[in-house]
């Protein structure tokens, strides 16, 4: 026989420190919870009273929209900018009967801020979606070379708006303003 198994074994942990660990877990867990749900919804009673319902649809999304739980904000690709738009028309309308379209033409420096409403619409650079306008109210859109990119604002049930800026030095303003008001067909 050898010295360790002379040896007496350990005494056991008192009970009191397994239910304080449990405790700190189950505390730290509700801790997580509770800011998790903060964190996304703002306030507790609003998860159980949605402010606004969303229509449900059978149909796929676009092309370029984000499926279900994905991120709306674009994976780092860069639009690329077309040529810039040349002449001085402000608005371009298109179609006929109710079927109009217009686009307006702006230009701006380096980026622009997208409000809409409704403020959960998608916006699209060049057919890539860069956010929610909500996202791109509060924080600028930065263009990543000059030349003319086509700026859709879009959302399930409403008409897009379309407009188009052209990046360029000798603008007149840093970043172009848009106001987006979505309108049900």
């Given amino acids: 026989m050898t010295e360790e198994d002379l040896e007496p ?11 304080l660990i449990g405790a700190v877990l189950v505390a730290l867990g509700a801790l997580a919870v509770f800011t998790g749900l903060r964190y996304r919804q703002n306030t507790l009673v609003s998860i159980v009273k949605p402010s606004r ?3 449900q649809s059978n149909s796929p999304a676009p ?12 994976d780092g690709n860069a639009p690329a900018a077309h040529p810039p738009v040349a002449g ?3 608005a371009t309308i298109t179609g006929t009967g109710s079927e109009v379209e217009s686009n307006v033409h702006i230009t701006a420096r380096r980026g622009m801020v997208v409000t809409a409403t409704p403020d ?18 509060s924080q600028p859109y930065e263009f990543a070379t000059p030349g003319s990119y086509t700026i859709r604002v879009t959302a399930p049930g409403y008409r897009d708006r379309v407009y188009t800026i ?11 303003r848009i106001e987006a008001r979505l309108t049900r067909p």
Avoid: C, H
């Fill in 88 to 90: 001085r028309t402000r």
């Fill in 120 to 137: 959960d619409a998608v916006v699209y650079v060049n057919d890539m979606a860069v956010g929610q306008a909500k996202q791109l109210a």
């Fill in 166 to 176: 052209t990046v360029a030095e000798n603008a007149n303003v840093e970043v172009a």
């Fill in 53 to 55: 319902t969303m229509p």
């Fill in 9 to 19: 074994p350990p005494p056991p942990l008192p009970r009191w420190i397994p239910i």
């Fill in 63 to 74: 092309p370029g929209e984000p499926e279900a739980g994905g991120s709306l904000i674009f």
